[in-house]
């Protein structure tokens, strides 16, 4: 089994994001979001050719989480950034600085989404979070950094 990466090993950890840049990705990362699902509501309904059967509209939301999770989860394993955080600079790792795994990224997610559908409780929790954490990044073990700008 091969030893987990650091982000970097020659520098020391970055400074943990502040509450406004991470809601300020957040609602960017909504905004980029839009297109994806649309694709991807757009393939549902061209295979299927149907979402109005109650069955069918559970599938067609269930496969715009999958895919969702899967956009989140690939781009927080490969690099720690999704299109919304490297444009704020933010970087998702460990406690410890580790790169993210794929099951710690999809229990992020799943946790996330879990948070949301619960009226945003898992985004409300930054405000009584001694570290000013969101709940999914709590009991993931993940924390979101700021990233040194590219000169």
Known sequence: ???????????PLPVLAGLPVRVASLVYEAI?????????GWLFLAFTHDASSPG?????RAWLLVL?????????VVSGQTLAMKTW????????????SWRRAAARYVLAVAGLAL?????????????????HDRLAGTRLFRTRCAR
């Open 68 to 76: 969702a999770g899967g956009y989140f989860t690939y781009c927080w």
């Open 32 to 40: 980029l979001l839009v297109p994806l699902l649309f694709i991807g």
């Open 89 to 100: 600079r933010l970087r998702l790792a460990m406690r410890d600085g580790h790169k993210v």
């Open 1 to 11: 089994m091969s030893q987990p990466q650091r982000i970097s090993s020659a520098v």
């Open 56 to 60: 069918m509209r559970a599938a067609f």
């Open 119 to 135: 009226f945003g409780a898992g985004l409300l929790w930054v405000l009584i979070d001694p570290q000013r954490q969101f709940l």
